[in-house]
């Protein structure tokens, strides 16, 4: 008798024992994963007038050593920035500046060759350009850019943020209802925004400047840059 109450306490006390141990690793139970969640992406874009114009205007000279080579750029470029910093309307500011020898057959140097450039920058195209006319007595005009500022990004992005969730919950709700739901709960979602330039074909300036009266405008013609505003993330489909 007391052999079988001691084989039964036993029993009983294994199932505790077990129990009280820690759960593995392998027997945790992982959480199950949440049904009728949609991904999607959406978003708005409108194309928008470049609004900024950088004008590269440069000075290239020969020397036979470089401290006159030195000189000489430096003076072509503070003449040029001088006179720009008198037009209120343009940003001026210095640009690349280098300085290279120049080597023989023998490979010893024949002499230095130095370029020296100033940028200039302004939201009055008109503005920029008869300053960069003007400034075609002292250097050559090198490139023109054109860009979208980004004050000017951030407003069009800010009209365009309400189109881009509505975009969003427009998909959101035709989804829904061709899986079989009747509505939906957003999970998560993010807004950004972004901006491009439109690819336009650039004149040689180089050799415009060259050929062109001192006192001749630039001619410039900004292009456009498209903003996009980019919805993305996940909603929860409900009965």
Known sequence: MRKTIAALSFAAALPLALAAQPASADTVLT???PSGV?????????????????????????????SS??????????????????????????????????????????????R????LKSHDFGAASRLAGELTSVMQVGSVAFSLSP???????????????????DQAQTAAKAFG??????REVDVNSNSGSQPRPMFAMRAMAAE?????????EGGTSTVTVNVSGSVQMTR
């Open 31 to 33: 959480q199950p994963v």
């Open 38 to 66: 949609l991904s999607l992406s959406a978003q708005a874009s409108r194309e928008v007038a470049q609004d900024t114009v950088e004008i590269t205007l440069f000075y290239e000279q020969e020397a036979s050593d470089p």
């Open 69 to 114: 080579l030195t000189s000489t750029l430096n003076k072509h470029a503070e003449t040029a920035l001088a006179q720009a910093k008198r037009v209120s309307e343009v940003q001026a500011r210095t640009g690349t500046f280098s300085i290279y020898p120049m080597t023989d057959r023998d490979g010893k140097i024949s002499a230095w060759r130095g």
């Open 116 to 119: 020296t450039e100033i940028v």
């Open 151 to 169: 004050e000017a990004q951030r407003t069009v992005a800010q009209s365009l943020a309400g189109q881009a969730i509505q975009n969003f919950r």
């Open 181 to 186: 739901y009747a509505a939906f709960t957003i």
């Open 212 to 220: 062109a009266k001192a006192a001749a405008p630039v001619p410039v």
